[in-house]
């Protein structure tokens, strides 16, 4: 439970004009109307181009049924609701993979979040369990933003600078398989902004500094929590040799963290934050940690999506909520929570564009080919990755 306080009664007009402008609309365009669809993986059959929402729905739900016990359709708190309403299970890519470490009974794991979030379930799972990615396009920016050669340079400079033994790779969940391997390899650990600060506690007993990838936020932020100072924490820019800095100012730093960001959460100002509480006397401001260290300390709590969720849902009815992360979320929390004002930082709407990509005819399109006895966009991480990656994943999940 968290610290709560409540509106004032004047606001109820808002609450329910607010609750209006972020209903989510159930309808589905057609895929071929999508604006995005020129970028997204086109080899979907053409007969699934075409299709409106409530096809595509009542064809997702025949299938789920007929592959019930051998399929189980997961859901990241980001996706769109037009998909999330067919997820058996939703949650933060922490919990999904615990999920897909814990649960053996499905033979086909459909994945509906982003690339990354796949490859960690395909490498938690049960050999005997296959891992589909709806649509293969769906990937992740700041994931891309830490390029595995880029992080290999950056580790053999450290090497030669001597400072390689006294550092421990951490690399946040949103990163490629082979970057979990990279870590997995060399003594390192994974994280997700749930157990961040666990995992940075658990680093600093083995080495005496960290080299964070790819979101410089999380680190910073879980850096901050941690009592280190801002000037123990540098920013590797790849581009640059030592990342721009002396090996002296390297073996002072207590974390190197990857230029790397959440497009997404970088959307949120202070002047967001100071313009909630100005409209609405009284409101918690809650974000994300992968917003920057400013609009962090501006705002009243911080924390995971698992988190954001929880204490909305547990707060008191009237409360209300300046929710600084993913607008999917936001707004299903808005409309799970009525008796609460749940409103989001950005007036832009701030979806996350890749995980939109998994429209519901990709989900219509590979249960169906699962129920043909026939499996497409499967998602296989090389066994050798896999074996490095699950080391530095199996040591977050015995941390956290
Ligand atoms: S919200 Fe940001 S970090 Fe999360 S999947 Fe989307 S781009 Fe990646």
Redesign the pocket.
């Known amino acids: 439970m968290v610290t709560q306080q409540f509106i004032q009664p004047d606001l109820k007009w808002q609450m329910d004009n607010i609750s209006c402008q972020q209903a989510v609309d159930l309808e589905t365009a057609p895929l071929s109307a999508e604006p995005g669809f020129l970028l997204w993986q086109k080899d979907i059959p053409e007969a699934y181009w075409r299709l409106g929402g409530q096809e595509l729905a009542s064809r997702i739900n025949a299938t789920k049924a007929r592959l019930a016990g051998l399929a189980v359709v997961l859901g990241h708190h980001?996706q769109r609701e037009d998909i999330i309403q067919f997820a058996d299970y939703k949650g933060d890519s922490f919990n999904l993979a615990r999920w897909a470490a814990q649960q053996r009974g499905a033979e086909f794991i459909v994945f509906c979040g982003?690339h990354f979030m796949a490859e960690a379930a395909d490498i938690l799972s049960a050999p005997d369990q296959q891992v589909v990615l709806p649509n293969m396009a769906a990937g992740?920016?700041?994931?891309d933003m830490a390029d595995p050669d880029d992080v290999l340079d950056c580790w053999q400079q450290l090497e030669a600078a001597g400072l390689a033994e006294s550092t421990l790779p951490v690399t946040y969940m949103?990163s490629a398989a082979s970057l979990k391997a990279f870590c997995g390899d060399n003594g390192g650990i994974v994280c997700t902004s749930s157990n961040a600060s666990a995992v940075l506690q658990w680093a600093f007993k083995q080495r005496e500094r960290v080299l964070f990838f790819p979101d410089q936020h999380l680190g910073r932020n879980t850096g901050v929590k941690l009592g280190i100072p801002l000037d123990q924490m540098l920013v590797w820019d790849p581009n640059q040799p030592l990342g721009g800095h002396t090996v002296e100012e390297l073996r002072r730093a207590r974390i190197i963290l990857w230029r790397g960001w959440?497009?997404?959460?970088m959307r949120f100002t202070t002047k967001q934050v100071a313009g909630a509480r100005a409209k609405y006397p009284g409101v918690t401001v809650l974000v994300h940690p992968?917003c920057t260290l400013e609009v962090v300390q501006a705002a009243d709590l911080n924390g995971s999506t698992e988190f954001i969720a929880r204490a909305i849902r547990e707060a008191p009815a009237g409360s209300a909520w300046a929710v600084g992360t993913?607008i999917n979320l936001v707004s299903r929390l808005a409309r799970e929570n009525p008796d609460k004002l749940v409103f989001c930082l950005d007036t832009v709407v701030c979806p996350?564009s890749?995980?939109y990509r998994i429209h519901p005819a990709y989900l219509a399109w590979v249960l169906e080919e699962l129920a043909a006895g026939r499996v497409v966009n499967r998602l296989v991480v090389p066994e050798a990755t896999a074996l490095l990656a699950k080391v530095a994943l199996d040591r977050m999940l015995e941390v956290h």
Not at 140 to 143: E, F, G, K, L, Q
């Open positions: 980001y982003v992740c920016t700041m994931a949103n959440c497009s997404v959460h992968e993913e996350c890749t995980m």
